[in-house]
């Protein structure tokens, strides 16, 4: 697109991050196209602007003129840019549709938006938290749907965002032309960890994609339980509700977490104390035993293997 | 024009004199609580945007503090979240809907349509008495722990959050009749109240502008009205009309919202391109070029207003085909938005041009509402607004329209009819430092903005990445530069009115009708009833009375 112009900016740009999709690369272009335009323009208006105020200063004496017929001049201004916004329009609505056509036979990923986390659902039934792993080089298919409020899934490397609506399915289609991390946003306020419900699409090569999908995630080599569950503890976004330094947050703190004597609120007045077994039901079945004054806030459920519900164990002890 | 006489008849004995001052004519804080003078409500109005607009300005200068730095500056989360909600809502329904049309509205549209006052007074009382009523209830729901919603509002977010939603929504849901009631006054005086020889090519184009604005005023509020009102009977008695979880749909709230909210962002500049109107004639001694296309560009973009809410909607899941239709639509804004540039800036070619501290002002104006409209156009284009949606960018495109628009506009006008209002002259030195101030603060502030939310930086957020920093913080220290650039100007202001030197009638030298009043005027306006000869904007047939100072 408008490659007539010769208008083909790098992948990475003073005012645009990189793009990781031929798609995204179009936007570009017509982004840039837009920006020249509207700077000339803008010139071009100040420009005359600062002549006239330079040009005609009062002065003693001045003529006061009477205006003049305009009219010729109001219909010139008026239909050239009618012109150039006809044009605007199309070229943007083209590349619109360009993003918004679905690829045929493409893989489709399960998109779930919560307070405060992205998950992400592959066609063999795994689930993970906060990341997810993409082939290169194949059409994709985003299903999106939230759980609770409005959030809004951005990807700022694919210049694509859709809203996850409550009741309602929505998708983004795109096809990543190359390797590399892409940042996920939510682009729609949702509360108080709006800005911590991050994501990363790693998209990577078709083999290593096969390999993560048929054997789940596994931990890195050289790390201990403990390490592994931090990452884990970021990755599933877990610092959103629960803070690590015994700052107010809207899950208990996890600062002195082992060993810890808790009131419950539900189920009501029981007294618990906080080990291995709490910690594992508490993470499979979130609702079941809630610390009082917490009862209000529906954590959700989240999907971990058992390797990694211990590392988290491990690295919760940790605090 | 020129049959405006400016001699004092004899004062009756034993009334107030209506040939007095109106600040003079009567005493006693009751007699401005029951004042049915325009100006003196307009005055009244005037205060209590002005103490808006700091409350809010205190909120948005706390808002970029806090993102001094990534992580935790000042604040945490929660109250972060309450901040830019409360900038919005302060701004939006105390500050900048009533500024321009209800405060100096009131006090020029009668005065410019040579009419004594505005065609209800009474009516213009109780809509001040009906906005202070809601913002009574928007301070209650502030000072028990405000809302956390942003100023949007949307579902279903907004019936779920525990924070102070319902009194906040009904003091925006009563500041409304006081728009509507404002908008039917306003309406009514137009057609009603001018003078012999007022007709409606002599109309100036602030008398336009209120008009168009009046217009969206009376037909877009009574949706927001609705629609906050479905929202406090969700919230209440849990029928479900947004809530999916009761069987709505929360993309309807965004779709009522806009509805009101769209023409509401025309609601607030139009008034401002009214106002840069008058500064422009008035300070290049010039008729504004294409008059009649520049009076019908303001109720040309009162009607696009109506018809273009689906854009804020481009990624909600909206069906392509919609989307293409308000894209389109949207794109048509620009053309009376050009219309008002191109002629703004042709009415300088062979003007007088003078650059005291209102038309600084003006000039800002044009300069950054031209930037405001063509990024405007980034966001009216699909394939970018799908990248550009809920980013900084899109918060540095309002701000240059709303601030460097409306804003600049209403200052501009401020310091324009600053001596007229009060009959006192300021410092123009001071003006001219706190406008220069202001100027680069507020551009250094939202240039910023703009390149952040082009590399992808979300809003509404109170962490960020470390690659956003740089920006954050140059940010930041605009909002300094402009927060000090207001308080120069406040010092001047108080100056003028402590110790500012007596106003002549005519300061700027304007063929404009209400320079040829006394300063500050009689209750009654005019001494005499006016003739209206010539337009607002006819230099060139102008008397040397009329543009003598006193």
Not at chain 1, 270 to 286: A, T, V
Not at chain 2, 67 to 80: E, F, N, Q, S, V
Not at chain 2, 512 to 537: C, K, M, R
């Amino acid at each position: 697109m408008l490659a007539i112009l010769n208008l083909d900016p790098p992948t990475t740009t003073f005012q645009l991050p990189a793009a990781f999709s031929a798609a995204a690369s179009d936007v570009d272009d017509i982004y840039y196209a837009m920006y020249w335009f509207s700077l000339v323009f803008t010139v071009v208006i100040t420009g005359a602007l600062l002549w006239f105020i330079f040009k005609y200063k009062r002065k003693v004496g001045d003529k006061l003129e009477p205006p003049g017929n305009v009219t010729i001049l109001e219909i010139t201004w008026t239909v050239i840019p009618v012109l150039f916004i006809v044009v605007l329009f199309h070229v943007g609505f083209k590349g619109y549709v360009n993003q918004a056509v679905p690829y045929e036979n493409a893989l489709e990923i399960r998109v779930r938006g919560t307070r405060w986390k992205w998950e992400f659902e592959y066609p063999n039934g795994m689930r993970e938290n906060g990341e997810l792993r993409l082939p290169v080089n194949r059409p994709v298919k985003l299903i999106l749907s939230s759980d609770d409020v409005i959030h809004s899934f951005f990807v700022p490397g694919l210049r694509l965002k859709k809203d996850a609506v409550p009741g309602m399915y929505s998708s983004l289609s795109f096809l990543p032309n190359q390797t590399g991390d892409a940042q996920v946003f939510c682009a729609e306020y949702c509360g108080t960890s709006h800005s911590a419900m991050l994501a990363t699409i790693h998209i990577v090569s078709q083999e290593a994609f096969d390999d993560y999908v048929k054997a789940g995630p596994q931990k890195p080599d050289g790390l201990t339980d403990a390490q592994w569950g931090e990452k884990l503890f970021l990755q599933n976004n877990c610092n959103t509700c629960h803070s690590r330094d015994g700052s107010k947050s809207p899950g208990p703190t996890f600062l002195h977490l082992n060993g810890r004597d808790e009131m419950m609120g539900t189920p009501a007045g029981m007294s618990i104390k906080i080990d291995d077994n709490y910690l594992h039901e508490s993470i499979q079945k979130p609702q079941a035993k809630i610390v009082m004054g917490f009862t209000s806030v529906q954590m959700p459920q989240f999907s971990l293997s058992e390797k990694q519900i211990d590392a988290l164990i491990a690295y919760l002890k940790t605090l | 024009m020129a049959s405006v006489a400016t001699t004092h008849a004899a004062p009756h004995h034993g009334h107030a004199d209506p040939n007095a001052d109106y600040l003079t004519a009567t005493k006693g804080i009751a007699s401005w609580l029951t004042t049915l003078d325009h100006k003196r409500i307009g005055l009244m109005y005037l205060a209590s945007v002005l103490v808006a607009f700091a409350l809010g300005g205190i909120f948005a200068l706390l808002v970029r503090l806090e993102l001094l730095t990534p992580g935790r500056t000042i604040m945490d989360a929660d109250t972060y979240n309450h901040i830019f909600t409360l900038h919005g809502v302060v701004m939006v329904f105390l500050f900048i809907i009533p500024s321009v049309p209800a405060a100096m509205g009131n006090f020029f549209l009668p005065i410019q349509l040579g009419a004594k006052d505005v065609a209800f007074p009474k009516l213009n009382l109780a809509s001040f008495y009906i906005y202070v009523f809601g913002a009574c209830f928007a301070l209650w729901s502030m000072i028990h722990g405000g809302v956390d919603t942003g100023w949007t509002f949307y579902t279903p977010y907004s019936t779920l959050t525990n924070s102070w939603v319902i009194p906040m929504v009904l003091g925006a849901f009563i500041m409304g009749f006081s728009s509507i009631l404002t908008g039917v006054n306003f309406i009514a005086t137009v057609h009603k109240m001018r003078a012999p020889g007022m007709t409606w090519s002599r109309l100036p184009l602030f008398i336009w502008a209120l008009y168009a604005t009046s217009i969206m005023q009376v037909l877009a509020t009574p949706v927001l009205a609705i629609t906050l009102f479905l929202l406090m009977i969700e919230r209440f008695l849990g029928i479900g009309i947004f809530d999916p979880k009761l069987g709505g749909d929360p993309v309807l709230f965004q779709h009522f919202f806009w509805f009101y909210s769209h023409p509401a962002v025309y609601i607030m500049i139009v008034p401002g391109m009214g106002v840069v109107s008058e500064l422009i004639a008035t300070f290049s001694r010039k008729a504004i070029v294409g008059y009649m296309f520049v009076a019908i560009s303001s109720l040309g973009l009162a009607l696009l207003g109506f018809l273009v809410w689906g854009h804020h909607l481009f990624v909600s899941g909206m069906s392509e085909y919609s989307a293409m239709v308000f894209s389109g639509l949207t794109f048509l804004v620009a053309i009376p938005s050009g219309v008002k540039v191109f002629n703004w800036v042709a009415t300088l070619y062979k003007g007088s041009i003078s650059l005291a501290s209102p038309m600084l002002y003006a000039l800002a104006f044009i300069f950054q509402f031209t930037i405001g409209g063509l990024t405007g156009l980034f966001l009216a284009m699909l394939a970018i607004d799908i990248h550009l949606h809920d980013t900084y960018f899109v918060v540095a495109h309002f701000h240059y329209v709303m601030v460097g628009g409306t804003v600049f506009g209403f200052f501009g006008g401020l310091h324009y009819w600053w001596p007229k209002m009060f009959g006192k002259l300021y410092d123009e030195k001071l003006a001219q430092i706190a406008f220069a101030l202001v100027f680069i603060g507020f551009n250094v502030t939202f240039m910023a903005q703009f390149i952040m939310g082009s590399r992808g930086m979300p809003r509404r957020y109170y962490d960020y990445l470390p690659q956003f920093t740089l920006y954050h913080q140059i940010s930041t220290v605009g909002s300094w530069i402009l927060g000090m650039g207001f308080l120069v100007m406040l010092g001047m202001f108080i100056k003028s009115l402590a110790s500012g030197k007596k106003s002549p009638r005519n300061p700027w030298g304007s063929c404009a009708l209400e320079w040829q009043v006394p300063s500050p005027p009689p209750v009654t306006n005019f001494v005499h009833d006016p003739v209206i000869t010539h337009g607002p904007y006819d230099y060139h047939l102008a008397t040397a009375a009329e543009l003598a100072e006193d």
